[in-house]
């Protein structure tokens, strides 16, 4: 036997409709058929809208059903309507001419208007390139697209056992927030973490959970500066940070950068009166500099003296080839009370996850976990009891081990690419740290590089991206953890041969 078909509704379900208010004295039959026909030819009920049955229209506005049907009746009689056995009553999907006369002239406005309610922020982030997409969704990356992790070796069927283990009935109750600083196993062990990989003594207090390093930023922004302040920032620098400083109306003093990272010297000369420093000293975005041990500790004396306050984003720091892992900056004697600590699991794990971390200075431990309650209230709290988890039974640990040997084959072979396919195009140095390198580009600017590598359909963003006021020279950065070494090399040919080919037609034309 058949089972019986079921219907799909071709519009929405209409089950209430605010209508006018009812005129003193006039009937409750003329005001249902006004108010509904009104909506019809307002558009406010589209075509095909599937209208409640007489009696539910009679209870729902408190009329007789004989009221409710007379005016089912008008609407259909006029061609508002439509009833068809099996379909219902149902907005009509071509209406009478009265919904295709034009309406009445709106009277002229005057030609002086007031402006957009618009406020200082809206206005600067117009005129500043968006750091991170925003309508484009995420996928696979193309070569040699920066700042992306390969997602591809990621242990995804561990993570789901774990995401079901926490969904079983028996962890109900998990499913409410408990702690507002965040899932205290998870603080637990990225203290553990922290002590281990970064040199970090912290208590897990300290430790607040958050969805980015940017979200991080902002609140510290928002608790320690007052518009007008001087602010110190890399440059060249990440620029969604630099795009952070400058809306919250802060004066953005650039500090150069070289092979030892900030010139400390540059920042105290220009302005000594600096309450925030904004820095990636163990790996430097997007030149991978580190900052040198001298500096490290000039920049902590100078914030001890004067009272600022040392952000520090943790940027790629994981993720070093060659040498001893770096100890972070808060890690240094002294450095507790005077640097914010900050980290991500989006590079690490997968960018979806948007679970980030700071390490609070124990004087500012209230303040950042009030204000992240009021304007975060909490992340994904699902997300953290499994990240906690996946940290305690190893799995962590295990795959940034595993990541890190993928990515010192993947510099290797794009440092070698390089070498193979870019003579006389793109200069690269060995890649020591992090998920990308910087090619500096021979004899052409960046615009015109991107342009021919775009057409080729190669990735790559500008060093001029990163710069502020010091002038940066020709440069692309490029990625290379998402890519296999036969993507690499492969890409990197295509790369040689979109460069050369416009310089070979440029020269017939010549």
């Given at each position: 036997?058949?089972?019986?078909?079921?219907?799909?509704?071709?519009?929405?379900?209409?089950?209430?409709?605010?209508?006018?208010?009812?005129?003193?004295?006039?009937?409750?039959?003329?005001?249902l058929?006004?108010?509904?026909?009104?909506?019809?030819?307002?558009?406010?009920?589209?075509?095909?809208?599937?209208?409640?049955?007489?009696?539910s229209?009679?209870?729902h506005?408190?009329?007789?059903?004989?009221?409710?049907?007379?005016?089912?009746?008008?609407l259909?009689?006029?061609?508002?309507?439509?009833?068809?056995?099996?379909?219902?009553?149902?907005?009509?999907?071509?209406?009478?001419?009265l919904?295709?006369?034009?309406?009445?002239?709106?009277?002229?406005?005057?030609?002086?208007r007031?402006?957009?309610a618009?406020?200082?922020?809206?206005?600067?982030?117009?005129?500043?390139?968006?750091?991170?997409?925003?309508?484009?969704?995420?996928?696979?990356p193309y070569?040699?697209?920066?700042?992306?992790?390969?997602?591809?070796?990621?242990?995804?069927?561990?993570?789901?056992?774990?995401?079901?283990?926490?969904?079983r009935?028996?962890?109900?109750?998990?499913?409410?927030?408990?702690?507002?600083?965040?899932h205290?196993?998870?603080?637990?062990v990225?203290?553990?973490q922290?002590?281990?990989?970064?040199?970090?003594?912290?208590?897990?207090e300290?430790?607040?959970?958050?969805?980015?390093?940017?979200?991080?930023?902002?609140?510290?922004?928002?608790?320690?500066?007052?518009?007008g302040?001087?602010v110190?920032?890399?440059?060249?620098?990440?620029?969604?940070?630099?795009?952070?400083?400058?809306?919250?109306?802060l004066?953005?003093?650039?500090?150069?950068?070289?092979?030892?990272?900030?010139?400390?010297?540059?920042?105290?000369?220009?302005?000594?009166?600096?309450?925030?420093?904004?820095?990636?000293?163990?790996?430097?975005?997007?030149?991978?500099a580190?900052?040198?041990?001298?500096?490290?500790?000039?920049?902590?004396?100078?914030?001890?003296?004067?009272?600022?306050?040392?952000?520090?984003?943790?940027?790629?720091?994981?993720?070093?080839?060659?040498?001893?892992?770096?100890?972070?900056?808060g890690g240094?004697?002294?450095?507790?009370?005077?640097?914010?600590?900050?980290?991500?699991?989006?590079k690490?794990?997968?960018?979806?996850?948007?679970?980030?971390?700071?390490?609070?200075?124990?004087?500012?431990?209230?303040a950042?976990?009030r204000?992240?309650?009021?304007?975060?209230?909490?992340?994904?709290?699902?997300?953290?009891?499994?990240l906690?988890?996946?940290i305690?039974?190893?799995?962590?640990?295990?795959?940034?081990?595993?990541?890190?040997?993928?990515?010192?084959?993947?510099?290797?072979?794009?440092y070698?690419?390089?070498?193979?396919?870019?003579?006389?195009?793109?200069?690269?140095?060995?890649?020591h740290?992090?998920?990308?390198?910087v090619?500096?580009?021979?004899?052409?600017?960046?615009?015109?590089?991107?342009?021919?590598?775009?057409?080729?359909?190669?990735?790559?963003?500008?060093?001029?991206r990163?710069?502020?006021?010091?002038?940066?020279?020709?440069?692309?950065?490029?990625g290379?953890?998402?890519?296999?070494?036969?993507?690499?090399?492969?890409?990197?040919?295509?790369?040689?041969?979109?460069?050369?080919?416009?310089?070979?037609?440029?020269?017939?034309?010549?």
């Open positions: 036997m058949n089972s019986p078909s079921v219907r799909r509704e071709r519009g929405p379900l209409v089950w209430a409709l605010p209508l006018d208010e009812r005129h003193p004295g006039e009937p409750l039959q003329s005001w058929y006004k108010g509904i026909r009104k909506a019809i030819v307002a558009g406010r009920l589209p075509p095909d809208s599937l209208l409640p049955g007489s009696r229209l009679a209870q506005y408190g009329v007789a059903r004989g009221t409710a049907q007379t005016v089912y009746d008008r259909l009689a006029e061609g508002y309507l439509d009833a068809r056995p099996g379909s219902g009553t149902r907005v009509s999907a071509l209406l009478p001419e919904r295709l006369t034009p309406p009445p002239a709106l009277p002229s406005l005057p030609e002086k007031r402006p957009e618009v406020g200082q922020w809206a206005a600067r982030l117009a005129g500043l390139e968006p750091p991170f997409p925003i309508t484009v969704a995420g996928s696979t070569p040699f697209a920066p700042h992306r992790p390969d997602v591809r070796n990621f242990p995804i069927d561990i993570w789901r056992r774990l995401q079901a283990r926490q969904l009935a028996s962890r109900i109750d998990s499913l409410w927030p408990a702690d507002g600083p965040g205290l196993p998870l603080r637990q990225i203290a553990q922290l002590a281990i990989s970064r040199g970090l003594s912290t208590q897990p300290q430790i607040i959970i958050l969805g980015s390093v940017q979200q991080a930023l902002d609140l510290c922004i928002r608790l320690v500066t007052t518009p302040d001087a110190w920032m890399e440059d060249p620098g990440y620029s969604a940070a630099r795009q952070l400083l400058l809306g919250a109306a004066r953005v003093v650039d500090v150069g950068i070289d092979e030892q990272g900030m010139r400390v010297e540059d920042g105290i000369r220009n302005a000594p009166d600096a309450r925030l420093v904004y820095t990636t000293p163990c790996h430097h975005s997007p030149s991978g580190t900052m040198s041990r001298e500096r490290r500790v000039q920049m902590l004396q100078w914030a001890a003296e004067t009272g600022a306050l040392i952000f520090e984003d943790d940027y790629n720091s994981e993720f070093c080839y060659s040498g001893n892992p770096i100890s972070a900056l240094f004697p002294g450095a507790e009370s005077r640097v914010v600590f900050a980290g991500t699991f989006s690490l794990l997968f960018p979806a996850i948007r679970i980030a971390y700071i390490v609070c200075p124990p004087h500012l431990v209230d950042f976990t204000a992240a309650s009021l304007t975060l209230r909490q992340t994904n709290w699902s997300l953290q009891t499994v906690a988890e996946f305690l039974e190893g799995h962590f640990d295990q795959h940034v081990r595993r990541m890190r040997k993928i990515y010192v084959a993947r510099a290797e072979a794009f070698h690419a390089a070498q193979r396919h870019w003579q006389g195009l793109i200069e690269v140095d060995r890649p740290a992090g998920l990308d390198a090619g500096r580009l021979v004899g052409m600017d960046e615009g015109t590089a991107l342009r021919r590598l775009s057409q080729a359909g190669i990735s790559a963003l500008p060093m001029g990163y710069a502020g006021s010091h002038p940066a020279a020709p440069a692309l950065i490029m290379f953890a998402p890519f296999t070494e036969t993507e690499i090399d492969n890409a990197a040919r295509v790369a040689a041969d979109a460069l050369r080919r416009h310089e070979v037609d440029h020269s017939r034309k010549a």
